[in-house]
Protein backbone atom coordinates (compact mmCIF):
# COMPACT_ATOMS: atom_id res chain seq x y z
CA UNK A 1 0.00 0.00 0.00
CA UNK A 2 2.74 2.13 0.74
CA UNK A 3 4.42 1.97 -1.85
CA UNK A 4 1.07 2.38 -4.64
CA UNK A 5 1.27 5.54 -2.26
CA UNK A 6 4.35 6.48 -2.96
CA UNK A 7 3.87 6.14 -6.70
CA UNK A 8 1.02 8.21 -7.02
CA UNK A 9 2.57 10.97 -4.77
CA UNK A 10 5.70 11.08 -7.03
CA UNK A 11 4.17 10.95 -9.98
CA UNK A 12 1.29 13.59 -8.75
CA UNK A 13 4.43 15.90 -7.84
CA UNK A 14 6.21 15.86 -11.08
CA UNK A 15 3.26 16.75 -13.07
CA UNK A 16 3.21 19.26 -11.08
CA UNK A 17 6.52 20.39 -12.16
CA UNK A 18 8.61 18.75 -9.58
CA UNK A 19 11.27 16.48 -10.02
CA UNK A 20 12.45 13.54 -8.16
CA UNK A 21 15.88 13.36 -6.29
CA UNK A 22 17.59 10.69 -4.71
CA UNK A 23 19.18 12.66 -2.49
CA UNK A 24 18.44 14.24 0.70
CA UNK A 25 21.53 16.90 -0.05
CA UNK A 26 19.72 17.93 -3.32
CA UNK A 27 15.98 18.05 -1.95
CA UNK A 28 14.26 21.48 -1.37
CA UNK A 29 11.72 18.94 -0.42
CA UNK A 30 12.04 15.85 1.55
CA UNK A 31 8.98 13.60 2.43
CA UNK A 32 8.73 10.10 4.38
CA UNK A 33 5.84 7.77 4.20
CA UNK A 34 5.34 5.72 7.16
CA UNK A 35 4.06 2.96 8.18
CA UNK A 36 2.44 2.53 11.90
CA UNK A 37 1.99 -1.24 12.53
CA UNK A 38 4.85 -1.93 14.39
CA UNK A 39 6.47 0.55 16.65
CA UNK A 40 9.85 0.25 15.29
CA UNK A 41 9.10 1.63 11.57
CA UNK A 42 8.23 4.22 13.63
CA UNK A 43 10.81 4.96 15.71
CA UNK A 44 12.99 5.01 12.76
CA UNK A 45 10.88 7.72 10.75
CA UNK A 46 11.69 9.97 13.77
CA UNK A 47 15.96 9.12 13.62
CA UNK A 48 15.34 10.17 10.22
CA UNK A 49 13.75 13.33 11.13
CA UNK A 50 16.95 13.63 14.07
CA UNK A 51 18.88 13.04 10.55
CA UNK A 52 16.53 16.01 8.84
CA UNK A 53 16.49 18.66 11.85
CA UNK A 54 20.63 18.68 11.55
CA UNK A 55 20.40 19.22 7.76
CA UNK A 56 18.06 22.06 8.33
CA UNK A 57 20.88 23.44 10.26
CA UNK A 58 22.51 24.06 6.85
CA UNK A 59 19.62 24.55 5.09
CA UNK A 60 16.69 26.14 6.35
CA UNK A 61 14.42 26.43 3.56
CA UNK A 62 14.24 22.49 3.45
CA UNK A 63 10.51 21.42 3.66
CA UNK A 64 10.11 17.89 5.73
CA UNK A 65 6.74 16.43 5.53
CA UNK A 66 5.44 13.81 7.29
CA UNK A 67 2.54 10.97 4.92
CA UNK A 68 1.08 8.48 5.76
CA UNK A 69 0.31 6.59 8.55
CA UNK A 70 2.20 7.87 11.54
CA UNK A 71 0.91 11.10 9.93
CA UNK A 72 -2.85 9.62 10.19
CA UNK A 73 -1.92 8.20 13.71
CA UNK A 74 -0.27 11.24 15.48
CA UNK A 75 -2.03 14.25 13.33
CA UNK A 76 -0.65 18.04 14.91
CA UNK A 77 1.57 16.40 17.36
CA UNK A 78 4.00 15.89 14.88
CA UNK A 79 4.48 19.32 14.21
CA UNK A 80 6.26 19.56 17.16
CA UNK A 81 8.93 17.80 15.91
CA UNK A 82 11.17 20.96 15.10
CA UNK A 83 12.32 19.29 11.61
CA UNK A 84 8.28 18.90 10.44
CA UNK A 85 6.88 21.18 7.99
CA UNK A 86 3.79 19.09 7.17
CA UNK A 87 1.83 16.49 8.29
CA UNK A 88 -0.79 14.30 5.61
CA UNK A 89 -2.45 11.34 6.18
CA UNK A 90 -3.17 8.36 3.78
CA UNK A 91 -6.45 9.93 2.74
CA UNK A 92 -5.24 13.23 2.24
CA UNK A 93 -2.28 12.79 -0.61
CA UNK A 94 -4.44 14.16 -3.35
CA UNK A 95 -4.16 17.64 -1.52
CA UNK A 96 0.31 17.22 -1.09
CA UNK A 97 0.98 20.29 -4.10
CA UNK A 98 -1.14 22.63 -2.33
CA UNK A 99 0.37 21.92 0.95
CA UNK A 100 3.54 22.17 0.00
CA UNK A 101 2.73 25.46 -1.85
CA UNK A 102 1.16 26.69 1.46
CA UNK A 103 3.74 25.79 3.49
CA UNK A 104 5.95 28.07 1.35
CA UNK A 105 3.68 31.06 0.67
CA UNK A 106 2.69 31.11 4.35
CA UNK A 107 5.69 29.99 5.81
CA UNK A 108 3.65 27.77 8.68
CA UNK A 109 3.45 24.26 9.13
CA UNK A 110 0.80 22.32 7.59
CA UNK A 111 -1.35 19.33 8.81
CA UNK A 112 -4.28 18.00 6.89
CA UNK A 113 -5.43 14.20 8.03
CA UNK A 114 -8.82 12.87 8.75
CA UNK A 115 -10.58 14.28 11.58
CA UNK A 116 -12.50 11.28 12.48
CA UNK A 117 -11.13 8.21 10.40
CA UNK A 118 -13.49 5.69 10.76
CA UNK A 119 -16.06 7.94 9.22
CA UNK A 120 -13.91 8.81 6.47
CA UNK A 121 -15.33 6.29 3.98
CA UNK A 122 -16.30 7.65 0.82
CA UNK A 123 -13.22 9.97 -0.13
CA UNK A 124 -14.16 10.94 -3.70
CA UNK A 125 -11.01 12.84 -4.00
CA UNK A 126 -8.88 9.93 -3.40
CA UNK A 127 -10.63 7.72 -5.97
CA UNK A 128 -10.09 10.19 -8.62
CA UNK A 129 -6.57 10.69 -7.64
CA UNK A 130 -5.74 7.02 -8.10
CA UNK A 131 -7.93 5.96 -10.98
CA UNK A 132 -5.78 8.16 -13.27
CA UNK A 133 -2.54 7.03 -12.32
CA UNK A 134 -1.05 5.66 -15.77
CA UNK A 135 2.36 5.45 -14.43
CA UNK A 136 3.75 1.72 -13.44
CA UNK A 137 5.56 1.13 -10.15
CA UNK A 138 8.82 3.05 -10.84
CA UNK A 139 10.87 0.93 -9.01
CA UNK A 140 9.99 -2.29 -10.82
CA UNK A 141 9.55 -2.03 -14.64
CA UNK A 142 6.77 -3.71 -16.28
CA UNK A 143 4.84 -4.34 -12.86
CA UNK A 144 2.16 -2.28 -11.12
CA UNK A 145 0.21 -2.05 -7.71
CA UNK A 146 -3.56 -1.55 -8.18
CA UNK A 147 -5.71 -1.38 -5.16
CA UNK A 148 -8.58 -2.50 -5.10
CA UNK A 149 -10.06 -1.60 -1.72
CA UNK A 150 -9.03 0.85 0.54
CA UNK A 151 -9.24 0.61 4.42
CA UNK A 152 -10.45 -2.72 6.72
CA UNK A 153 -13.13 -3.22 9.12
CA UNK A 154 -11.86 -6.29 10.28
CA UNK A 155 -10.71 -5.11 14.08
CA UNK A 156 -8.01 -7.79 14.48
CA UNK A 157 -6.75 -6.97 17.87
CA UNK A 158 -3.48 -5.81 17.53
CA UNK A 159 -3.92 -4.05 14.13
CA UNK A 160 -3.48 -0.36 14.14
CA UNK A 161 -4.47 -0.67 10.01
CA UNK A 162 -8.30 0.33 10.53
CA UNK A 163 -7.38 3.11 12.71
CA UNK A 164 -4.80 4.92 10.20
CA UNK A 165 -6.73 4.17 6.82
CA UNK A 166 -10.59 4.25 7.60
CA UNK A 167 -13.27 2.08 7.04
CA UNK A 168 -13.34 -0.98 3.87
CA UNK A 169 -14.60 0.44 0.86
CA UNK A 170 -14.46 -1.50 -2.25
CA UNK A 171 -13.47 0.38 -5.35
CA UNK A 172 -15.70 0.97 -8.23
CA UNK A 173 -15.05 -1.78 -10.53
CA UNK A 174 -15.06 -0.09 -13.93
CA UNK A 175 -12.63 2.33 -12.61
CA UNK A 176 -10.22 -0.54 -11.97
CA UNK A 177 -10.83 -2.20 -15.39
CA UNK A 178 -9.96 1.52 -16.77
CA UNK A 179 -6.89 2.08 -14.95
CA UNK A 180 -5.32 -1.14 -15.39
CA UNK A 181 -6.74 -0.91 -19.04
CA UNK A 182 -4.43 2.37 -18.77
CA UNK A 183 -1.45 0.54 -17.23
CA UNK A 184 -1.37 -2.17 -20.07
CA UNK A 185 -0.94 0.31 -22.51
CA UNK A 186 1.72 1.85 -20.99
CA UNK A 187 3.51 -1.94 -20.89
CA UNK A 188 2.88 -3.16 -17.79
CA UNK A 189 2.73 -6.89 -17.71
CA UNK A 190 1.83 -7.62 -14.04
CA UNK A 191 -0.74 -6.38 -12.20
CA UNK A 192 -1.06 -6.58 -8.50
CA UNK A 193 -4.24 -6.02 -6.56
CA UNK A 194 -4.39 -4.93 -3.07
CA UNK A 195 -6.34 -4.95 0.04
CA UNK A 196 -6.10 -5.67 3.24
CA UNK A 197 -8.89 -8.19 2.95
CA UNK A 198 -8.33 -8.31 -0.88
CA UNK A 199 -10.68 -12.02 -0.71
CA UNK A 200 -13.72 -9.37 1.01
CA UNK A 201 -13.65 -6.80 -2.01
CA UNK A 202 -17.98 -7.09 -2.84
CA UNK A 203 -19.05 -3.96 -5.35
CA UNK A 204 -22.05 -3.65 -6.73
CA UNK A 205 -23.10 -2.15 -10.20
CA UNK A 206 -27.03 -2.46 -11.26
CA UNK A 207 -27.89 -5.90 -10.41
CA UNK A 208 -24.62 -7.44 -10.28
CA UNK A 209 -22.15 -7.63 -7.18
CA UNK A 210 -18.70 -8.01 -8.51
CA UNK A 211 -16.09 -10.28 -6.13
CA UNK A 212 -12.73 -10.68 -6.50
CA UNK A 213 -12.86 -14.04 -8.62
CA UNK A 214 -15.25 -11.56 -11.32
CA UNK A 215 -12.76 -8.81 -11.05
CA UNK A 216 -9.94 -11.68 -11.98
CA UNK A 217 -11.85 -12.72 -15.00
CA UNK A 218 -12.37 -9.22 -15.67
CA UNK A 219 -8.82 -7.66 -15.77
CA UNK A 220 -7.47 -11.37 -17.51
CA UNK A 221 -9.29 -10.24 -20.42
CA UNK A 222 -7.39 -7.27 -20.76
CA UNK A 223 -4.70 -7.08 -23.38
CA UNK A 224 -1.33 -6.81 -22.59
CA UNK A 225 -1.71 -7.75 -19.09
CA UNK A 226 -0.16 -11.53 -18.62
CA UNK A 227 0.48 -11.81 -14.53
CA UNK A 228 -2.23 -11.05 -11.85
CA UNK A 229 -1.50 -11.64 -8.09
CA UNK A 230 -3.82 -10.33 -5.28
CA UNK A 231 -2.24 -9.49 -1.85
CA UNK A 232 -3.55 -10.37 1.18
CA UNK A 233 -6.63 -12.57 1.28
CA UNK A 234 -8.10 -13.11 5.03
CA UNK A 235 -8.64 -16.80 5.71
CA UNK A 236 -12.38 -16.99 5.24
CA UNK A 237 -14.29 -19.36 3.45
CA UNK A 238 -17.00 -17.25 1.78
CA UNK A 239 -16.06 -16.77 -1.87
CA UNK A 240 -12.85 -18.99 -1.43
CA UNK A 241 -13.33 -22.02 -3.42
CA UNK A 242 -15.02 -19.42 -6.18
CA UNK A 243 -11.15 -17.24 -5.96
CA UNK A 244 -9.21 -20.67 -6.28
CA UNK A 245 -11.58 -21.40 -9.54
CA UNK A 246 -10.68 -18.18 -10.98
CA UNK A 247 -7.55 -18.90 -10.25
CA UNK A 248 -7.60 -22.54 -12.02
CA UNK A 249 -9.63 -21.48 -14.76
CA UNK A 250 -7.44 -18.03 -15.61
CA UNK A 251 -3.72 -18.47 -16.71
CA UNK A 252 -2.94 -15.09 -16.38
CA UNK A 253 -4.10 -15.44 -12.70
CA UNK A 254 -0.66 -16.51 -10.78
CA UNK A 255 -0.75 -19.81 -8.46
CA UNK A 256 0.01 -17.49 -5.49
CA UNK A 257 -1.83 -17.55 -2.06
CA UNK A 258 -0.58 -15.21 0.38
CA UNK A 259 -2.90 -15.34 3.38
CA UNK A 260 -1.79 -14.79 6.65
CA UNK A 261 -1.92 -17.03 9.63
CA UNK A 262 -1.09 -14.79 12.80
CA UNK A 263 -0.76 -18.37 14.64
CA UNK A 264 -1.55 -21.88 15.05
CA UNK A 265 -3.25 -21.56 18.84
CA UNK A 266 -6.87 -21.23 18.85
CA UNK A 267 -6.64 -19.76 21.86
CA UNK A 268 -4.52 -16.66 20.46
CA UNK A 269 -6.44 -16.50 17.58
CA UNK A 270 -9.37 -16.11 19.54
CA UNK A 271 -7.84 -13.06 21.76
CA UNK A 272 -6.22 -11.97 18.38
CA UNK A 273 -10.14 -11.59 17.13
CA UNK A 274 -9.57 -13.38 14.23
CA UNK A 275 -12.02 -15.09 12.72
CA UNK A 276 -11.33 -18.70 11.81
CA UNK A 277 -9.57 -21.77 14.15
CA UNK A 278 -6.15 -23.18 12.85
CA UNK A 279 -8.22 -26.23 11.58
CA UNK A 280 -10.31 -24.51 9.48
CA UNK A 281 -7.35 -22.69 8.06
CA UNK A 282 -5.55 -25.62 7.49
CA UNK A 283 -9.16 -26.64 5.54
CA UNK A 284 -9.06 -23.92 3.30
CA UNK A 285 -5.24 -24.59 2.24
CA UNK A 286 -7.00 -28.08 1.47
CA UNK A 287 -9.48 -26.91 -0.65
CA UNK A 288 -6.53 -24.05 -2.34
CA UNK A 289 -4.60 -27.46 -3.27
CA UNK A 290 -7.08 -29.34 -4.50
CA UNK A 291 -8.93 -26.95 -6.93
CA UNK A 292 -5.05 -25.15 -7.67
CA UNK A 293 -2.82 -28.13 -7.14
CA UNK A 294 0.78 -26.53 -7.62
CA UNK A 295 -0.47 -23.32 -5.60
CA UNK A 296 2.11 -21.47 -3.73
CA UNK A 297 1.30 -19.99 -0.70
CA UNK A 298 2.29 -17.73 1.74
CA UNK A 299 1.55 -16.54 5.36
CA UNK A 300 2.45 -13.98 8.02
CA UNK A 301 2.93 -14.66 11.76
CA UNK A 302 2.59 -12.75 15.03
CA UNK A 303 5.07 -14.27 17.57
CA UNK A 304 4.84 -13.26 21.50
CA UNK A 305 1.01 -12.09 21.63
CA UNK A 306 0.17 -11.52 25.24
CA UNK A 307 -0.44 -15.06 26.97
CA UNK A 308 1.06 -16.69 24.43
CA UNK A 309 2.23 -20.02 25.85
CA UNK A 310 5.26 -21.93 25.15
CA UNK A 311 2.22 -24.20 24.27
CA UNK A 312 0.59 -21.95 21.99
CA UNK A 313 3.53 -21.38 20.27
CA UNK A 314 4.52 -24.81 19.74
CA UNK A 315 0.72 -25.09 18.06
CA UNK A 316 2.34 -22.29 15.32
CA UNK A 317 5.54 -24.60 14.73
CA UNK A 318 3.34 -27.47 14.32
CA UNK A 319 0.89 -25.59 11.96
CA UNK A 320 3.59 -24.25 9.54
CA UNK A 321 4.97 -27.70 9.46
CA UNK A 322 1.55 -28.63 8.08
CA UNK A 323 0.55 -25.55 6.21
CA UNK A 324 3.46 -26.28 3.61
CA UNK A 325 4.10 -22.43 2.85
CA UNK A 326 6.77 -21.48 0.49
CA UNK A 327 8.05 -17.99 2.81
CA UNK A 328 6.85 -16.59 5.83
CA UNK A 329 6.95 -13.60 7.54
CA UNK A 330 7.52 -13.51 11.27
CA UNK A 331 6.85 -10.18 13.68
CA UNK A 332 7.54 -9.86 17.10
CA UNK A 333 4.16 -8.99 18.65
CA UNK A 334 4.33 -5.12 19.08
CA UNK A 335 1.56 -2.76 20.91
CA UNK A 336 0.21 -0.06 19.04
CA UNK A 337 -1.75 2.78 21.24
CA UNK A 338 -5.66 2.94 20.92
CA UNK A 339 -5.92 -1.08 19.31
CA UNK A 340 -8.41 -3.54 21.69
CA UNK A 341 -4.82 -5.76 22.09
CA UNK A 342 -3.14 -2.74 24.15
CA UNK A 343 -5.95 -1.38 26.16
CA UNK A 344 -6.90 -4.96 27.37
CA UNK A 345 -3.83 -7.31 27.43
CA UNK A 346 -0.62 -6.88 28.93
CA UNK A 347 2.30 -7.28 26.70
CA UNK A 348 3.62 -10.00 29.16
CA UNK A 349 6.18 -12.11 26.79
CA UNK A 350 9.57 -10.75 27.53
CA UNK A 351 11.31 -9.48 24.55
CA UNK A 352 13.87 -12.24 24.35
CA UNK A 353 11.56 -15.01 24.13
CA UNK A 354 9.37 -13.29 21.15
CA UNK A 355 13.35 -13.09 19.64
CA UNK A 356 13.54 -16.57 20.28
CA UNK A 357 9.86 -17.72 18.74
CA UNK A 358 10.98 -15.63 16.20
CA UNK A 359 13.88 -17.82 15.38
CA UNK A 360 12.81 -20.69 15.83
CA UNK A 361 9.28 -20.62 13.81
CA UNK A 362 11.73 -18.93 10.31
CA UNK A 363 14.04 -21.87 11.33
CA UNK A 364 11.10 -24.22 10.58
CA UNK A 365 9.96 -22.45 7.68
CA UNK A 366 13.57 -22.35 6.43
CA UNK A 367 13.95 -26.11 6.42
CA UNK A 368 10.29 -26.30 4.49
CA UNK A 369 11.67 -23.52 2.01
CA UNK A 370 14.67 -25.56 1.11
CA UNK A 371 13.02 -28.81 0.79
CA UNK A 372 10.15 -26.78 -1.99
CA UNK A 373 13.14 -25.35 -3.27
CA UNK A 374 14.82 -28.12 -4.13
CA UNK A 375 11.83 -29.19 -6.19
CA UNK A 376 13.30 -26.55 -9.03
CA UNK A 377 16.90 -27.68 -9.24
CA UNK A 378 17.18 -28.39 -12.85
CA UNK A 379 13.61 -26.80 -14.57
CA UNK A 380 13.23 -24.34 -16.36
CA UNK A 381 11.15 -21.70 -15.40
CA UNK A 382 9.89 -18.28 -16.67
CA UNK A 383 10.53 -15.02 -14.98
CA UNK A 384 9.53 -11.67 -15.14
CA UNK A 385 12.75 -9.81 -14.53
CA UNK A 386 12.62 -6.73 -12.36
CA UNK A 387 16.59 -5.66 -12.85
CA UNK A 388 19.54 -5.74 -11.60
CA UNK A 389 19.84 -7.69 -8.49
CA UNK A 390 20.05 -5.98 -4.73
CA UNK A 391 23.04 -7.38 -3.28
CA UNK A 392 25.66 -5.40 -4.88
CA UNK A 393 28.54 -7.13 -3.93
CA UNK A 394 26.84 -10.20 -5.72
CA UNK A 395 26.44 -8.00 -8.56
CA UNK A 396 29.28 -10.20 -10.44
CA UNK A 397 29.15 -9.57 -14.22
CA UNK A 398 29.58 -13.48 -16.33
CA UNK A 399 32.32 -14.16 -18.68
CA UNK A 400 30.01 -12.51 -21.53
CA UNK A 401 30.12 -9.36 -19.15
CA UNK A 402 26.31 -9.88 -18.13
CA UNK A 403 25.54 -8.31 -14.45
CA UNK A 404 23.51 -10.50 -12.32
CA UNK A 405 19.27 -9.71 -12.55
CA UNK A 406 17.25 -10.51 -10.60
CA UNK A 407 13.17 -11.56 -11.31
CA UNK A 408 10.27 -13.85 -10.08
CA UNK A 409 7.85 -16.49 -10.78
CA UNK A 410 4.53 -16.48 -11.16
CA UNK A 411 4.10 -18.15 -7.86
CA UNK A 412 6.21 -15.77 -6.60
CA UNK A 413 10.11 -17.01 -6.00
CA UNK A 414 12.64 -14.99 -6.46
CA UNK A 415 15.51 -16.20 -9.46
CA UNK A 416 18.85 -14.39 -9.34
CA UNK A 417 20.41 -15.33 -12.79
CA UNK A 418 23.25 -13.70 -15.26
CA UNK A 419 21.33 -11.45 -18.82
CA UNK A 420 21.53 -8.10 -20.22
CA UNK A 421 19.32 -5.26 -18.45
CA UNK A 422 17.83 -4.45 -20.95
CA UNK A 423 15.32 -7.74 -20.07
CA UNK A 424 14.06 -5.74 -17.44
CA UNK A 425 10.21 -5.76 -17.53
CA UNK A 426 10.53 -8.63 -20.00
CA UNK A 427 9.58 -12.35 -19.42
CA UNK A 428 12.76 -14.66 -19.65
CA UNK A 429 13.28 -18.67 -19.47
CA UNK A 430 15.78 -19.44 -16.77
CA UNK A 431 17.28 -23.15 -16.14
CA UNK A 432 17.84 -23.23 -12.07
CA UNK A 433 21.18 -24.48 -11.13
CA UNK A 434 21.37 -23.99 -7.40
CA UNK A 435 19.43 -23.24 -4.75
CA UNK A 436 18.71 -21.45 -1.13
CA UNK A 437 15.96 -21.33 1.02
CA UNK A 438 14.29 -18.40 -0.37
CA UNK A 439 16.42 -17.65 -3.61
CA UNK A 440 16.43 -19.57 -6.89
CA UNK A 441 19.78 -19.43 -9.25
CA UNK A 442 20.28 -20.05 -12.52
CA UNK A 443 21.45 -19.27 -16.11
CA UNK A 444 19.43 -17.08 -18.71
CA UNK A 445 18.06 -19.56 -21.29
N1 LIG B 1 -4.12 -6.87 6.02
C1 LIG B 1 -3.13 -7.84 6.02
C2 LIG B 1 -3.61 -9.03 6.82
O1 LIG B 1 -4.58 -9.00 7.48
O2 LIG B 1 -2.95 -10.02 6.74
C3 LIG B 1 -1.80 -7.33 6.50
C4 LIG B 1 -1.80 -6.23 7.48
S1 LIG B 1 -0.33 -5.82 8.33
C5 LIG B 1 0.05 -4.34 7.53
C6 LIG B 1 0.92 -6.93 7.85
C7 LIG B 1 1.29 -7.90 8.93
O3 LIG B 1 1.86 -7.20 10.01
C8 LIG B 1 0.14 -8.67 9.54
O4 LIG B 1 -0.23 -9.78 8.80
C9 LIG B 1 0.68 -9.05 10.89
O5 LIG B 1 1.33 -10.30 10.85
C10 LIG B 1 1.70 -7.96 11.19
N2 LIG B 1 1.24 -7.05 12.25
C11 LIG B 1 0.15 -6.26 12.27
N3 LIG B 1 0.07 -5.61 13.44
C12 LIG B 1 1.11 -6.00 14.20
C13 LIG B 1 1.57 -5.69 15.52
N4 LIG B 1 0.89 -4.87 16.31
N5 LIG B 1 2.71 -6.30 15.95
C14 LIG B 1 3.41 -7.16 15.17
N6 LIG B 1 3.02 -7.47 13.92
C15 LIG B 1 1.89 -6.91 13.43
FE1 LIG C 1 -5.05 -5.36 10.27
FE2 LIG C 1 -6.59 -7.52 10.48
FE3 LIG C 1 -7.26 -5.56 8.80
FE4 LIG C 1 -5.15 -7.09 8.25
S1 LIG C 1 -7.28 -7.78 8.37
S2 LIG C 1 -5.26 -4.85 8.12
S3 LIG C 1 -4.33 -7.49 10.27
S4 LIG C 1 -7.20 -5.41 11.01
Partial sequence: MNKLDTALVTAALKDAGFALTEHVKEANIVLINTCS?????????????GHLKHIKKQKPDLIVGVIGCMAQRLGQNLLENDAVDIVCGPGQIPHLTELIQATVAKNEGQVSVADNIRKADNNPELEDFESVQTIADRDIPGQAFVRVMRGCDNFCAYCIV??????????PVNNIVEQVNRLADEGVKLVTLLGQAVNKYKYTAGEKTYTL???LYKVSDIQGIEWIRFVTSYPQKEGFAEL?????DLPKACNYLHMPTQSGSDKILKAMNRRYTARQYLGLLDTARQIVPD????????????DESDEDFEQTVDLVKDAQYKNCFVFKYSPRPGTAADEKLLDNIPTEVKKQRNYKLLEMQESISVA???GFEGKRVNVLVEGLSKKPHLNCADSGGNPQLVGRTADDWIVVFNGPVSLAGQFSKVKITKISPLTLFGELI
Fill in 295 to 306: IAIASDFIVGFP
Fill in 372 to 374: LAA
Fill in 37 to 49: VREHAEQRVFSHL
Fill in 244 to 248: MQAMA
Fill in 213 to 215: ADL
Fill in 162 to 171: PYVRGPEVSR
